[in-house]
């Protein structure tokens, strides 16, 4: 019963900020690799940023100086800090939960939208 909720997008301006937070419920984040995804107009479901159960991170080239991942295992949230936003930043971002198995299940949130415009 593991469930994802995303918030915290919204409109921002080119060069500005936001932070999208995922609040998981039924179980502990602990033992899972959490990660944020992307889907722009037209485009498929990239990865933006991961991080694994034991904290190390994995960013998409295009976002690895301007985004930060972090996990807060005792709230049970993951977070992603993200800097100087760009209009090619303007997507739906999903949050996603991975259990390793077998069997290995992934989870999904229902998704915030992220609009970079002038």
């Known amino acids: 019963q593991v469930q994802l909720v995303e918030s915290g997008g919204g409109l921002v301006e080119p060069g500005g900020s936001l932070r999208l937070s995922c609040a998981v419920s039924?179980?502990?984040?602990?033992?899972?690799?959490m990660g944020w995804f992307r889907q722009a107009p037209g485009k498929q479901r990239e990865l933006v940023a991961e991080i694994a159960a034991g904290a190390s991170t994995n960013y998409a080239d295009s976002v690895k100086d301007r985004f930060t991942i972090s996990r807060d295992n005792t709230k049970n949230t993951l977070s992603l800090r993200m800097n100087s936003l760009k209009p090619e930043d303007t997507a739906v971002y999903y949050c996603?939960?991975?259990?390793?198995?077998?069997?290995?299940?992934?989870?999904w949130g229902q998704g915030t939208q992220v609009t970079v415009s002038s």
């Open positions: 039924g179980r502990t984040l602990s033992s899972y690799q």
């Open positions: 996603s939960a991975k259990r390793f198995g077998p069997p290995t299940i992934n989870y």
